[in-house]
């Protein structure tokens, strides 16, 4: 079974910076694609960013060059490091794995979620 853990969340001030990671865990795990997606109470969940095996990057118009998406292929761990932080980007923000293990087949994982709250 493939595992998601975030980590990072919290309480930031507006103009404040979060990291937050998501590492991936399983039995000879191999991943895909890795992103982030968000929702805010009484939303529906989007699409922050997202990230292929190799280098390529997509993000929502609303995080553009305040949110950067990166992974460690060896860790076999995602961040988003969010920078320039709005009250509108208050969330819970969930980690999502294409991925596969020597026990599964390719399938799309999520971890738990992770509050971030953005507020004076």
């Known amino acids: 079974q493939v595992q998601l853990v975030e980590s990072g969340g919290g309480l930031v001030q507006p103009g404040g910076s979060l990291r937050l990671s998501c590492a991936a865990s399983?039995?000879?795990?191999?991943?895909?694609?890795m992103g982030w997606y968000r929702q805010a109470p009484g939303k529906q969940r989007e699409l922050v960013a997202i990230?292929?095996?190799?280098?390529?990057?997509n993000y929502a118009d609303s995080v553009k060059g305040r949110f950067t998406i990166s992974r460690d292929n060896v860790k076999n761990t995602l961040y988003l490091q969010m920078n320039s932080l709005k009250p509108e980007d208050t969330a819970v923000y969930s980690c999502?794995?294409?991925?596969?293990?020597?026990?599964?087949?390719?399938?799309?994982?999520w971890g738990q979620g992770i509050q971030v709250t953005v507020s004076s």
């Open positions: 999502y794995a294409g991925a596969r293990t020597v026990l599964t087949m390719w399938g799309d994982y």
């Open positions: 990230i292929n095996s190799g280098i390529s990057t």
């Open positions: 399983g039995s000879g795990i191999s991943i895909s694609a």
